[in-house]
Structure formats: C-alpha cells, structure tokens
C-alpha cells in the first residue's frame, strides 16, 4: 500500500474525496452566513507576535469548494492517464502535496501563512512540472517555472515588508476586515497615514504593485508568462489541474483578497498589464500547432481577463470567470489529454515517429472519439463565451463592466473594453481552430498509418477518464451559476461576494449590445475557420512574419535568454577574467613584494647585522692577539711593561 | 748659572738612554751596561741634592756608596750572564725565552 508499491494512488483519492466533502459542508456552513476565524500564537520576535490562524469567509469557502471539486474528476482520471508509468508513487505524492498547499493557501487568516503555502504552491508545481526529469525539455522547463515565479514571491515578500511596517500586523481580518486597519488609513498630504505609522504615499502604490508582481507570476501575465507555456512538459492531467483550474488562479484570489490596498494607480497598472497579457497570448495561440501550447496560451489569455476583471474593480466578476474557467479549462486539458494519450498508443502501435500532440497530425477524430468531441466542444463554447454556457455569464460580465467602467472614467479608456471585444473573439477563433483541425475533416497521417494496423486507428478515451470529464461538462452550463441564463447579476457566486456597489453607473444598452456583438464576432470567426481548416481554403501565408511571430511566442524566449541567461554568463566569464588576471596578479605582485623585502631583510641580517656583530669580535681578537704578544717569553719584553706601567702610574700621580 | 735643575735634566737623559739600552739591545753584557748608566745617572741625583747637606755630606756619602754597589751588582750580573751563556750557547735575550707559556 504503501512507497513505491503504492501504483493504484488509493489514498490520495480517499484524502480528495474527504477535501471534497469537507469543503462542500463547509461552504454549506459558511457562504453568505457570518465570518468563522480562529488563530494561536506561533513566535514572537522582540514586541510583535506572529499567530498562525484559520479563516473563512464567502471568499476562501468559495475556493474550499472549488479545488477539490476539480482535483477529484483530475485525480480519477489519473489513474487511467498515469497508468503503467513507472513513476506513479511519486505522482499521487506530488499531487497530494500541491492539493495541501492550495488548500492552505485559501484558508490562511495571515498573509505570512499564505506566503508560505504560496511558494509551496509553486514548489509543487516545480515537481510536477518535471515529472518526467528524464526528459532534458522538462528540467528546463521546471527550473524556468520555478525561478521566474520566484520573482513574484519577490513581489510578495516586498508587499509583506511594506504591510508590517504600515500596519504592524499581518492578520487578513485585522487589515481587511469590515472595520480593518485599511479603512481606517488614509492618504492626506502626500503621506499614507495609518493608525500605528505613517509613510509617504508613494509606498501605498508600491505596496500593491509588489503583490500584483506575485500575482503575475504565479499567474502568467505578461512578461512573466514565459514559464506556462514550457509548464506544458508535465503529465496533461496536472497541467489540466494546476496550471489550468487552482495553481495559476492563487494569484487572482490573492488579489481579491488584498483588494482594498490598490488605489487608483495600481488598479489601473493591474488592468493595463491584463489586457497586454489577455491580448499577447491570443495572438500567440493562432499560431501553435501544439494543442497543449493553445490552451496554455488561452489560460494566459483569460487569466488576463480575470486581471482586468480585478483591475476595474470588479472582483467578483473575476472570480466569477475564475470558477468557470477552472471547469472549463480542465475538461478542455483533459479532452486535450485523452486525444494525446490514444494518439501516444497509436504511436506505439505503428511504430511511427509523429508528436501525438501536434494538430497537423489529428484531423477527422471525432469519427473515433465522439464523447470526447462533444464535451470538449461544449467546453470551448463556454470558453468562447457562448450563451447558455457559464462562459457567457463571466466573461461577458467582465466585457460590460469594463465597457461601463470605461465610460466613467474617459473615452480614453475605451481601449479596454474594445481590446478585450476583439481578443474574445479571437479566443473563439482559435478554439474553434483546434476543434476543426483536430475533430473535424480527414484524419492527416492516415497513409502513414492505414498499413500498419487493422481497424480504426484511434479508440474513445475510456470510462475512468470519461466520467470525470462529463462531470466537468456539467459544470461548464449555466444552470450550477445562475438560473437566468443571460443575465450574470442573478448568478448567486456574484450576490455572495459582497460587492454592492461598482465605482461607475451601469450601462443597460451595454448589456445587450456587448452580448450581441461577441455573438456575432464567434459565429463569424467559425465560419472562417470552417472554411479554412476544414474545408482546406487556407487563404492565408503560413510563413507571413506575423504567424512565424506568433509560433515562436513573439521571441520574448529568445529575448530573456539574450538578456538573462546570455547576460548572467558574460558577467560570469567576466568575473572570472577578472579573479584570474586582476586579482590574481595583484596577489602575485604583493608576493614579489614581500619576497623582495625579506631577500633584502636576508642581506642586511647577513651583512650588515652579522657583520656588526663579527667587526666587534675581530677587533676583540686583533688587541687579545696584540695583547698575547707581550707573553713571548722574552726579558725585555717584560721590562718594557714593568717600565710602562710604572709610567702610567707617575702621569696618573702628577696629573690627577 | 748651571742650577740644580741642569743637573737633574742631565741625570734624566741619562737615566733614559740607561733604560733605552736595557730595552733594546740585542746583547746581554749591553743590558748591564744600560743598567750601569741607570745607576749613574741615580748616583749623580744624589750628588746635585748633596748640594743641600753642607752639614753631614748626606748625598755625596750616598754616592760613595752607591758606586761599589753598582759595581758589585755589575759582576754578579756579569756571573749570571756567564752561566746563562753556558747552557744557551748564546748572550741574544731574545733568545732566552723560556719563560713563557707554552
């Protein structure tokens, strides 16, 4: 049962399908019924106190209910999609671990707390990510994730610092709550004023600016998107559940939750950037052939729109589209991954060398895997934002809101919204064009296959995999949000997040017209991508700039390795060019320094010292010598002493 | 006026040339010879101060006396040499070294 026997992941589904109860009662307990929190002191650190503490309010019982609702169907499908992988053991051990840490993350009452489970979030993602570290592709990819969402805990630490030194505490109620410690701060005279400190108002900017540098780290907006879509090396049921459903929206709950901190400067820098990144990976998605790279790329796009949704001010709306678009983009990774995983066995079966996951390489399987062409098809619907999908209910809530919010504050504005009118019809666009290239037509690589084996080529994906991604189906119409299919103020997930009022007057000629337009836009773009990818009239050039540009993700990859990777190895070679030429030779010329001054040291101990030291002994020898002459025996000799003394005596008497 | 004075100058130099010739002659009788001129030149001191004794002719007394002294002191000297000479086979005092610390 247990270690590397454990194949069959038994406890990792038990332990999901526990979160999943648990969550669900507790949502029952919890949404739109009072506030439960509870902490206990964890350390102390000269005055303050850090506590460890649990809270739930709609927001976290919301996300309680999410997760596991979309780690359980992933976790049954695992089993199919892994099975026979010889490192299935540590699958279910990393899958269990990121469900922990997301789950931690959304019911921490400190920002310190949810720091911790944020990096352990993004610490299992890094596991997961290189799954398969046997592939040099994957260990690339995995150590790119973790690095670049480094930098958003960066951003994160900063916006910690910045709160701890403004408000003294790192509690979600004290500073959030109703009556929190940001409600009752202020900006007056160029200085941020709070109840317990005061700095200058540029550090309120900052402060919000840090956390949403976490956030788009963690949730791929532009320019750290990089790591996503390389992300896309991992097992697809993991990309289906963290970097699709729970891992990349950690940074849109993190924003909500830190909302009242933003002013109007940061709001607008969130929504700018939003749309920048809602807008870029639209367009990189029209030219991947890869069906995981597009829906990579189209998670990067709608987590652009749930920026937006934050940056306008409207977060329930983006979390409203968080929760849809975490039903849909599953079942759209896991569709995603049923046709890899036949199109891997027909690999192996024909003894071929094609990628499974290439588009120009599927064509016409919707003859072969009908269930899975109709629930990814209702998926793209709802990610296209077709009416009677729970797609069109959030993503049109944040079109007109933006529209609306356009309108207050400037025609300026109106970038926004247009932007985001176009970008969602290229959404349609290229969905539809993976739907077509891959279900509709002719299968493409059928010569290469037909003599190799007998009967069809591909078989439908099988039960343990298609359960869960019916249920997910289920949840991708609008009835589980909102009985009123076309209205998104009724759906109950906007009346529980408890946002009365916007900051700008409602616009109801907006709320048809937006609504008809992305209608309408869809159905065009259909039609064209029929009559393209379908019926074969391409009209456009395949090698033109902008479609070369757009496969190769605008070469932001090749700009990070020039600057990055290329700049950190010349520092380095520099580095080292400098220890070995520069300070190695100032060592060697301090050396011949000191050897020099000791060789001199040598000589005047040798000549001059020990030459002092012998002219004393000579002279010594040269009067003992003089003086031993007198003892040679002869008379006189002695005599000519005795005469002498006696001399010396006299002077001495005379004189002296 | 020749005064006491010239006499013990005279007597000085020749006590000098004595005690030159005891040190420096290379033959023993000249040695003797040195310190007869010695003695002289002590013995005509004597006689200069007797000019100061016209009552008991001390200094010309001592003189007498001190000329047979010197005498008798020459020929012992002269013995000395004569058996020195017997088992030297010579009279060089440099050579007469057998005294000294080997």
Not at chain 1, 548 to 565: R, S, T
Request: hydrophobic share 55%.
């Amino acid at each position: 049962m247990a270690g590397k026997r454990d194949q069959s992941g038994i406890i990792s589904l038990i332990g999901i399908a526990c979160s999943f109860i648990s969550g669900g009662l507790t949502w029952l307990a919890i949404w739109n019924h009072p506030t439960v929190s509870a902490e206990i002191n964890w350390f102390t650190i000269g005055a303050s106190t850090f506590k460890v503490g649990i809270l739930l309010n709609n927001l976290s019982a919301l996300m309680l209910l999410l997760v596991p609702t979309v780690a359980l169907p992933v976790h049954i499908y695992s089993r199919a999609y892994m099975k026979g992988d010889p490192g299935i053991h540590r699958y279910w051990m990393y899958l269990s671990l990121f469900c922990f840490a997301m789950l931690g993350l959304v019911v921490m009452d400190s920002l310190l707390l949810m720091y911790i489970f944020w990096e352990l979030v993004g610490f299992a993602s890094y596991l997961l990510i290189g799954f398969w570290f046997t592939r040099e592709t994957a260990v690339q990819a995995n150590k790119k994730a973790f690095i670049v969402n480094r930098i958003g805990d960066l951003g994160f630490l900063i916006g910690l610092a910045i709160i701890f030194t403004q408000f003294k505490t790192l509690n979600l109620i004290d500073l959030f709550g109703e009556t929190g410690l940001i409600y009752q701060s202020a900006v007056t005279n160029g200085q941020w004023v709070s109840p317990v400190n005061s700095m200058d108002q540029i550090w309120l900017t900052i402060a919000g600016l840090a956390f949403f540098l976490a956030a788009m780290a963690k949730s791929a907006q532009f320019p750290l998107h990089v790591w996503l879509p390389d992300a896309m090396e991992g097992p697809t049921s993991v990309s289906s559940l963290i970097h699709a459903a729970t891992m990349v929206a950690a940074g849109v709950f993190l924003l909500a939750t830190v909302f009242p901190l933003f002013n109007e400067s940061a709001l607008l820098f969130i929504a700018i950037i939003g749309t920048i990144t809602a807008a870029s990976a639209a367009y990189f998605a029209l030219g991947q052939y890869d069906i995981k790279r597009i829906l990579a790329f189209s998670t990067i796009s709608q987590l652009g729109f749930m920026m937006v949704g934050i940056g306008i001010g409207t977060w329930d709306a983006a979390l409203f589209h968080l929760v849809t678009h975490a039903f849909f983009k599953c079942l759209l990774f896991l569709s995603a991954g049923a046709i890899i995983h036949e199109m891997a066995h027909l690999k192996t079966h024909s003894h071929l060398d094609f990628d499974p996951q290439d588009l120009r390489n599927m064509g016409g399987l919707k003859k072969y895997m009908p269930k899975t062409f109709i629930l990814m098809s209702v998926a793209s619907l709802a990610l296209a934002g077709f009416p009677l999908t729970s797609g069109y209910l959030s993503k049109d809530s944040i079109v007109i809101s933006s529209f609306e919010w356009a309108l207050s504050k400037g025609d300026f504005y109106l970038i926004i919204p247009v932007s985001l009118i176009v970008i969602s019809i290229l959404t349609a666009f290229y969905i539809g064009r993976l739907i077509f290239k891959a279900f509709l037509g002719d299968f493409r690589i059928m010569d290469q296959v037909k003599d190799k084996l007998h009967g069809a080529p591909l078989h439908e994906a099988s039960k343990t995999m298609l359960i869960p991604m019916f249920i997910l189906g289920i949840c991708c119409l609008f009835p589980l949000f909102s009985l009123n299919p076309v209205s998104y103020h009724d759906s109950w997930l906007m009346d529980g997040l408890l946002l009365d009022e916007y900051t700008f007057a409602p616009c109801h000629s907006a709320h048809l017209i937006i609504p008809l337009i992305l209608l309408i836009g869809s159905i065009i773009s259909w039609v064209v991508g029929w009559k393209w990818y379908v019926q074969h009239t391409y009209s456009l050039n395949t090698n033109s700039l902008a479609l070369k540009a757009a496969f190769n993700q605008g070469y932001i990859n090749e700009l990070y390795q020039w600057i990055f990777v290329d700049g950190t190895l010349k520092i380095a070679r520099f580095c080292y060019w400098f220890d070995r030429y520069v300070v190695d030779s100032l060592v060697a010329f301090i050396q011949f320094i000191v050897l020099s001054l000791s060789r001199l040291s040598v000589w005047i101990d040798k000549y001059i010292v020990d030459g002092f030291v012998n002219a004393v002994a000579s002279v010594a020898y040269w009067t003992g010598n003089q003086v031993r002459l007198v003892q040679n025996g002869k008379l006189q000799t002695a005599l000519y002493s005795v005469f002498l003394f006696v001399l010396l005596g006299l002077i001495y008497l005379i004189f002296f | 006026m020749i005064t006491l004075t010239h006499f013990l100058v005279v007597s000085a130099c020749i006590f000098c040339i004595g005690l030159y010739t005891v040190l420096s002659k290379k033959n023993a009788i000249m040695i003797l010879v040195g310190i007869e001129l010695m003695i002289n030149a002590a013995i005509l001191n004597f006689v200069a101060f007797g000019k100061y004794d016209k009552v008991s002719y001390g200094g010309q007394i001592f003189a007498l006396f001190a000329i047979v002294l010197a005498a008798a002191a020459v020929a012992v000297g002269l013995a000395l040499v004569l058996n020195v000479y017997r088992h030297y086979k010579t009279i060089n005092p440099d050579e007469i070294n057998e005294l000294k610390d080997k």
